[in-house]
């Protein structure tokens, strides 16, 4: 029996180890969207933030989120306040979201591929954006700085 408890402690201090924990993901935090654009057809927009509105969205190793609301808390003549969040995936420079909670719900479980660029405090997140049924087909570039550490 000692044997059977040697091996078996043996094998769990290797496994343990030779396994590296997962390295963080270099989104990790919160960002402020500053920037972002609309191209559609050839033609670009200036979209967000709107006067009066902020972005921010949030990351985990593998979710992020992101909420927009009016900078009058509500009590504007027009109150802003949406939302979403799911899972992703960032391979290089390849971001992939998978939207599954959002305030547009028509824009649930939906799929999106991007270009992701970092740049010390700044990302730059370039793709399409397209779902058929709902006539979606654009460009968006959103740019991004981190806030706090």
Known sequence: MPSVICATSFLAITLFANSNPPKPSPLLGTWKLISSKLISKGDTTNTTPPAG??????????????????????????????????????QGNVYKEHLVFCSFRDWENQDFTFTMTIKKDTIEQRGIERIENLGVDHEIVETYVRVGN
């Open 53 to 90: 509105q902020e972005m921010i969205k949030v990351f985990t190793n593998s979710q992020f989120s992101f909420f927009t609301h009016d900078l009058n808390k509500g009590k504007g003549e027009k109150p802003v306040f949406s939302a979403g969040s799911g899972t992703y995936t960032l």
